[in-house]
């Protein structure tokens, strides 16, 4: 059975770092993209960044560029997001998806597996 599990968020001061762990189990990372999204109550889920373990593509939205950097364990099945320089309109549910099409991108319907989402608190 295909699950995800996401770790690691907490407050953090302005400036801070954080590392978002994703535990992936019943996937095969060659096949799939990676995804990780962010959500305020009251807003739309959007992306955040992506990497595809078919061909390694990797891309970052706009207001992470610079600082956050995602990566992958494949022997512990498991996707990061290194967060830095974090900043108070960071705060958000951090979710990490699953794409099966294997091609990195940013759009929701595509991702057919979700986590239950962690909570990343900035406090300026």
């Known amino acids: 059975e295909e699950q995800l599990v996401e770790s690691g968020g907490a407050l953090v001061q302005a400036g801070g770092s954080l590392r978002l762990s994703c535990a992936a189990s019943?996937?095969?990372?060659?096949?799939?993209?990676i995804g990780w999204f962010r959500q305020v109550p009251g807003k739309e889920r959007e992306g955040v960044s992506c990497?595809?373990?078919?061909?390694?593509?990797?891309y970052y939205t706009d207001f992470v560029k610079g600082r956050f950097t995602i990566s992958i364990d494949v022997f512990k099945r498991t996707v990061y997001l290194q967060m830095n320089s974090l900043k108070p309109e960071d705060t958000a549910v951090y979710y990490c998806?699953?794409?099966?099409?294997?091609?990195?991108?940013?759009?929701?319907?595509?991702?057919?597996?979700w986590g239950q989402g962690t909570q990343v608190t900035v406090s300026s």
């Open positions: 998806a699953v794409d099966p099409h294997g091609t990195c991108g940013l759009v929701k319907i595509y991702y057919d597996y």
């Open positions: 019943g996937f095969t990372f060659d096949d799939y993209a």
């Open positions: 990497l595809s373990g078919s061909d390694g593509t990797i």
